[in-house]
């Protein structure tokens, strides 16, 4: 347990009233093949609290109309409420301005305005642009599309055998070519925290810019966008307790009014002639169509839960679930941990001697234990570990200690079926 | 969904513990690759063919359970069978998985209806077909296989690549 983890610890005199809390979600209370649902997949997706869900309900039922310009009530209401959501994002990542919070429907999308935005405006042939070998599918793919489209290079930051990064070889990579670099504030298969500040401070040197990908930090831990000084930072509102289809691309923005739009439609433009037409100020040049409306204002509600709550609360409730149930797990034989960062966010990947994730995941979801198996769309962290697959069990600040001890007597379970 | 208690009955963890018929085939006449890249399932087929006659299936390789206690009791059931009858099975196994076939009604899996309640288990499915897949990919001379994409046996017919 590194210095930080231990700060954090020391909050327990503040700790988390777990049960409390739990009473807030009405999912957590379902039954699974005779079993209470232990929920441990949470870095695929969050559940709901009540307050949350009754905000999406009190909007469609009292609030919703399109937003943005029309005169009567509902509409006003409407865009006054996805405004204020805004803001509730701006200060949630303490951004500078409202401007430069864009809605999208994901970090998947975001990072694709930033290569449809940033990218096929800046970037040519020759050009380099650094990702590292922890990167989820959503920020290679994009980059893998556009080097191929502008004859550009992807270079790769290596990991060790931890599953950190290697800051050094990661410096040595940046050249006078280089662009962009894309890289993962947490890594979805493994848990690492990455030196995200370092590395924007070395890629800064050399006037690259730095998208930071969000979406398992967000959730989980304060982020200030200021004191990371990223330049574009993308995350999912239901990884957050939020609902699925909506997510936020913060930019800096003097590099948002540089780019060209992503999509081209409605609400995006000032002004439309065959002839010529003109494009909005940020963020609307970047929220073309009708936006998730109601997503939004409900993710804002969700981060108003969150930081009632406290997010280093959360964090430091999701520490003690890591450390307990690193702990357990690495005292059963025959099971291996993938990814032991000394940096890392409440994620558990392992392998079970001779027995397939895939084995292991229905296993465990007839004992009502949730978890994710498969290649967690990170097929390169699983190739670095020449594996095809992890199970992985990935926790919130709802779970408790005896849902992990649930999670180990369902291994052990495995172990003795497969035996 | 359905609990896989029923899946992971005794036959297919002893299939799994002990696949039969495993490693290359000596003298083989077929061969084919079965890859699952999404859940990581790879085996190797190796078949030998006698006129009509498929005389012996081996297969290796790494996979969950299911897909090697398929492969596995595969190999036995379809030993000394005409390829016609081996093709069959194929179709008939498939239509069991993906619940197009009523393990009770007439068909010729004999006790491969242990695995009809992988039709409940939608994840699972292609970890059961693909050794059934990579068989009629080797006698029909087709070198790679899977059960993704164009070759996802809930969409695609089984016939060709």
């Known amino acids: 347990m590194n210095a930080t983890n231990a700060a954090l610890r020391s909050e327990g ?29 949470n870095a695929a997706s969050s559940q709901m609290p009540r307050p949350v869900i009754d905000r999406w309900v009190r909007y469609q039922t009292s609030q919703h109309a399109n937003i943005h310009r029309a005169v009567h009530y509902l509409s006003e209401t409407a865009t006054a409420e996805y405004e204020a959501a805004r803001r509730t994002v701006r200060a949630f990542v303490n951004a ?13 999308d975001a990072i694709n305005l930033v290569m449809q935005g940033y990218g096929r405006k800046f970037i040519a042939a020759g050009d380099e642009i650094i990702v590292t070998h922890l990167e989820h599918h959503s920020n290679i793919v994009p980059w893998q599309m ?8 992807l270079k790769v930051a290596p990991i060790n055998d931890r599953g950190e990064l290697l800051l050094e070889e990661y410096r040595g990579l940046i050249t006078a070519r280089t662009k962009l670099v894309g890289v993962t504030h947490v890594s979805n ?35 200030d966008v200021q004191a990371l000084d990223c330049d574009f930072y993308a995350f999912s509102g239901h990884k957050m ?15 948002l009014e540089r780019m060209q739009p992503f999509k081209g439609g409605g609400d995006m433009i000032v ?3 065959f002839e010529k037409t003109t494009y909005n100020v940020i963020p609307h040049k970047f929220e073309a169509g009708t936006p998730p409306i109601g997503q939004a204002i409900t993710l804002g509600a969700a981060i108003d839960y969150l930081t009632a709550v406290g997010m280093d609360r959360i964090a430091a409730h999701e ?48 004992e009502g234990v949730a978890i994710r198996t498969g290649h967690h769309c990170a097929q390169p962290v699983m190739q670095h570990f020449k594996i095809p697959a992890t199970s992985r069990a990935s926790f919130a600040f709802y779970n408790t200690m005896a849902e992990v001890d649930a999670l180990v007597a369902g291994i052990r379970k495995v172990q003795k079926l497969f035996g | 969904m359905a609990d896989s208690k029923q899946l992971y009955q005794e036959v297919i963890l002893d299939h799994n513990r002990k696949p039969r018929n495993w490693g290359a085939l000596p003298g083989a006449t077929h061969k084919a690759e079965g890859v699952n890249p999404l859940c990581g399932d790879h085996i190797h087929l190796s078949a030998r063919v006698n006129g009509d006659v498929v005389e012996a299936v081996n297969f ?53 209806t242990v695995f009809a309640g992988v039709r409940d288990l939608p994840t699972r499915v292609k970890c059961a077909i693909l050794p059934w897949h990579t068989l009629h990919a080797a006698l029909n001379a087709i070198e790679t296989t899977s059960t993704e994409a164009e070759a996802d046996p809930m969409h695609a017919p089984i016939g060709g690549a």
């Not at chain 1, 009233?17 to 009405?26: I, S, T």
């Not at chain 1, 556009?146 to 290079?153: D, I, P, R, T, V």
């Not at chain 1, 913060?250 to 590099?255: D, I, N, R, V």
């Not at chain 2, 290796?60 to 099975?89: F, H, N, P, Q």
């Open chain 1, 271 to 273: 002004s439309v002639t």
């Open chain 1, 241 to 255: 307790c939020g609902p699925t289809g909506v997510g936020v691309l913060y930019g800096k923005a003097a590099l």
């Open chain 2, 60 to 112: 290796e390789g790494e996979s969950c359970a299911i897909c090697k206690a398929s492969a596995s009791m595969m190999t036995t059931i379809v030993k000394g069978k005409s390829r016609a009858d081996a093709e069959l099975m194929v179709q008939e196994f498939r239509d069991m998985a993906t619940g197009k076939l009523d393990p009770a009604g007439p068909h010729h899996l004999g006790r491969l």
């Open chain 1, 146 to 153: 556009l080097c191929e489209e502008k004859g550009a290079k």
């Open chain 1, 96 to 108: 500078k301005e409202d401007r430069e919070i864009i809605f999208t429907s994901g970090t998947t």
């Open chain 1, 319 to 366: 520490t003690d679930l890591l450390d307990y149930a690193t702990d357990q797990v690495n005292r059963l034989p025959g099971v291996r941990i993938i990814g032991t960062a000394e940096q890392k966010a409440a994620v558990l990947s392992f392998v079970v001697d001779g027995v397939h994730p895939h084995d292991v995941g229905t296993v465990l979801n007839d």
């Open chain 1, 189 to 223: 298969a493994l848990g690492t925290i990455n030196p995200v500040r370092e590395m924007i401070a070395l890629a800064h040197e050399h006037g690259v810019p730095v998208l930071v990908d969000g979406a398992q930090a967000a959730p989980h831990m304060k982020v």
């Open chain 1, 13 to 41: 005199a503040r700790a988390l009233d777990v049960e409390r809390l739990r009473a807030d979600f009405p999912i957590l209370g379902l039954q699974v093949s005779g079993h209470p649902l232990v929920f441990l997949d």
